[in-house]
């Protein structure tokens, strides 16, 4: 899915609900490594969800959610967390964050407004089941900060008189979101019905898994 440049709109952008498939974006946004000594793998989860809160805007935060695996997980008291503004969700013990995304698409109640970011096929095509749109992590990833660093590269201007929740560089997240949504809904037709779902890296999660034998999840 390649990354379109904003265009200006003559109609309000939709507000998004962003579901994220955590491991994957950690894997994307190079976060991730081939092995974790004690309390690394909580510290990359930080890692992300600092990245998270620093790219999107309070308006988006309060209407994202980032799913984690929670294998070891004994206990749900702990499950859904708050970092920053930033909705943090453990999936249950027994399950893995791909099966949480998909309750999460089923039980919403606008699921046209969601957009899952994950490159797992099997993601995508649960998107295109409930009407939601869906895109890899890495053209998530690549556009969000694209749009950041944009904003930030732009020449100062006289300050004007603007309601104190509206910032520009917010404004184009929220464009970026809206373009992702109009290129999935486009390119939803020409989706091959007959293709295999690609899964997150199995071994990567195994590796996972091994060390969260010996780490309790906060």
Request: with cysteine; aromatic share 6%.
């Amino acid at each position: 899915m390649s990354i379109r440049r904003l265009n200006q709109r003559t109609k309000p952008v939709a507000a998004h609900y962003l579901i994220i498939d955590g491991y994957n974006l950690m894997h994307a946004a190079g976060i991730a490594r081939r092995s974790y000594g004690p309390g690394d793998l909580q510290r990359c989860r930080n890692q992300l969800n600092r990245l998270l809160t620093d790219l999107l805007g309070r308006n988006a935060l309060s209407r994202t959610s980032v799913v984690y695996d929670a294998f070891d997980s004994t206990s749900d008291a702990n499950r859904s967390q708050d970092h920053a503004g930033l909705h943090v969700l453990f999936a249950p013990k027994g399950t893995d964050a791909d099966t949480e995304i998909e309750r999460l698409l089923n039980q919403h109640s606008s699921p046209k407004q969601v957009l899952v970011v994950s490159s797992d096929h099997r993601l995508h095509k649960a998107a295109r089941r409930r009407k939601a749109s869906c895109v890899d992590s890495e053209d998530f990833l690549a556009g969000i900060q694209s749009t950041a660093d944009t904003d930030t590269q732009q020449p100062k201007r006289q300050p004007q008189r603007r309601p104190p929740q509206e910032n520009t560089s917010h404004e184009a997240v929220e464009e970026q979101l809206q373009s992702w949504a109009d290129e999935f809904e486009s390119n939803e037709d020409q989706a091959d019905p007959t293709s295999e779902d690609r899964t997150f890296t199995d071994e990567y999660l195994k590796d996972i898994q091994r060390e969260l034998d010996d780490e309790k999840l906060p």
